[in-house]
């Protein structure tokens, strides 16, 4: 198989690796996430920034709220990365963006107070009203 840590855009303007394993894997339910993807749930692995390397192509970046920036391919548009002052130590990609997703199946859920009330996962994983830490 490909490096299962590789991934990029919708048109390919960006492209990333990134080394060893992630710090975590999640499913995020909050209102930005939902807005920012166009879909129900965002999912993330969640990097130190040294792990990763971008090879192709920038993100732009859009200041989603306060202290809070969005990555995303300026050619296509498709949303790919998240970091904030919160978390100066990590940046967070989209699961959806990996070459694999498959290999990097989420462990929790975060902001699960915000789930759209339709949607569920059939899964076992801790479930946080909002983050890890609260
Ligand atoms: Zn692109
Ligand atoms: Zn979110």
């Known amino acids: 198989m490909d490096n299962v840590n590789e991934g990029g855009c919708l048109c390919g303007a ?11 894997t999640g499913y995020c339910h909050c209102v930005s996430c939902r807005r920012n993807t166009g879909a ?9 920034p040294q792990q ?19 990555g995303f391919c300026g050619d296509c548009g498709t949303p790919i990365s998240y970091r904030a002052r919160r ?5 967070h990609l989209y699961v959806g963006t990996l070459d694999h997703p498959e290999q990097h199946p989420p ?18 994983l801790p479930r946080h009203a909002k983050t890890s830490l609260e």
């Not at 960006?14 to 975590?24: C, D």
């Not at 129900?40 to 969640?46: I, L, T």
């Open 40 to 48: 129900v749930v965002a999912c993330f692995v969640g990097l130190r």
């Open 14 to 24: 960006i492209r990333y690796v990134f080394s060893g394993a992630p710090l975590w």
């Open 52 to 70: 990763l390397e971008w090879t192709s192509g920038q993100c732009r970046e859009f200041e989603s709220s306060a202290d809070v920036w969005r």
């Open 107 to 124: 462990r929790f859920h975060v902001f699960y107070n915000d789930k759209v009330h339709w949607f569920d996962s059939a899964d076992d």
């Open 87 to 91: 978390w100066p130590n990590e940046i």
